[in-house]
């Protein structure tokens, strides 16, 4: 007979489930007893997230931030951050980090990610009059180049990985940054396709230069705590719901298109 029905039919005690199986706290769990979500953001990185004059946030993943927390049941509540404090500031005083958020290695030190929700590789922006100049990174990186980047996040490690000749400029405001390009104080930035398409379209002066073709590879995601398996799953089947619906592309095609 087997051994569990054995036990099973004469009442003994079966051993303890080892600790790995035990199923512990869940920051899904806090979140729904808190009644917030504390979402941790930039607010400088359109369109996934910007801070306005009134203090309130808006983008991309402002609207997604909403449509989690109305899933879960609760209220975003966002926490301004930097990209040099990311990190930190999500495991000190965040539930999630949103905004535009790149999956990298050192990240996932520190933290976990849900399923990616959008690949988005670095391409260039520049002068559209200067598009042909800048058609390849070899293009970009000349002694004549002034390449303009936002310290603190991905794109300054992508300079500084690729950049031996060019001239880089550091600028820490990403919201005034492209300004810079079209007032002919730098020629050209590397940053994420998706931000190159937004910006050409606030600034007619600029192009995005093979968007379509990024120079690099990158997937954007939502930082999580780190072996939270429950909340992990909640996030990623709220997305994937999100897409099989059409309500994801519907969201993010009002700022992008």
């Given at each position: 007979m087997n051994k569990l029905i054995f036990c099973l039919l004469l009442g003994c005690s079966l051993p303890a489930l080892p600790a790995a199986a035990q199923i512990g706290p869940s920051r899904l769990d806090e979140v729904i007893k808190s009644g917030n979500l504390r979402v941790c953001m930039t607010g400088d990185y359109k369109p996934f997230t910007f801070l306005k004059a009134d203090d309130s946030f808006e983008g991309i993943d402002v609207d997604l931030a909403r449509s989690l927390a109305k899933a879960l049941g609760v209220e975003a509540r966002f926490v301004k951050t930097s990209w040099n404090k990311l990190s930190g500031d999500f495991l000190e005083k965040c539930d999630i980090a949103m905004g535009g958020v790149s999956v990298t290695l050192e990240r996932q030190k520190l933290a976990s990610f849900s399923a990616p929700h959008m690949v988005d590789g670095k391409s260039a922006i520049a002068r559209c009059s200067d598009v042909a100049k800048f058609q390849s990174l070899a293009a970009i990186d000349q002694p004549a180049t002034r390449a303009i980047v936002n310290p603190g996040g991905t794109n300054e490690r992508?300079?500084?990985?690729?950049?031996k000749q060019a001239q880089l400029i550091l600028h820490p405001d990403n919201v005034t940054i492209?300004?810079?390009?079209?007032?002919?104080?730098?020629d050209v930035m590397v940053t994420d396709a998706s931000e190159t398409l937004w910006q050409a379209k606030l600034h007619p002066q600029l192009c995005a230069i093979h968007p379509e073709q990024p120079l690099q590879f990158s997937e954007k995601a939502f930082m999580l705590p780190r072996g939270d398996v429950p909340f992990k799953e909640f996030v990623d089947t709220w997305m994937h719901q999100l897409k099989a619906t059409g309500d994801y592309d519907r969201l993010v095609n009002q700022w992008l298109k």
């Open positions: 992508f300079a500084r990985a690729n950049y492209f300004e810079q390009i079209v007032q002919g104080k730098a």
